[in-house]
């Protein structure tokens, strides 16, 4: 997982298809590497350090369940 600082209110794009270089979060590389998949758009509640999900097998995306 990715420990990252949230920032309340920001707009994130969670990674899901795990081909981005820019871990978690999306840069575009599904559009060729993986199609079919979109990244998970979400906005933080409140300001937090939060364990995002690398492995792309968590059941309660964007983070980190321990599935790995």
Do not use: M, N
Request: glycine residues 8%; charged residues 25%.
């Amino acid at each position: 997982p990715f420990p990252v600082e949230l920032k309340a209110g920001k707009k994130y794009a969670w990674c899901a298809c795990g081909h981005s270089k820019k871990q978690p979060f999306c840069d575009g590389a599904h559009k060729k590497s993986a199609p079919g998949i979109s990244p998970l758009r979400f906005t933080a509640e409140e300001d937090r350090t939060a364990w995002l999900c690398g492995c792309k097998r968590t059941r309660s995306p964007p983070y980190c369940d321990g599935t790995h």
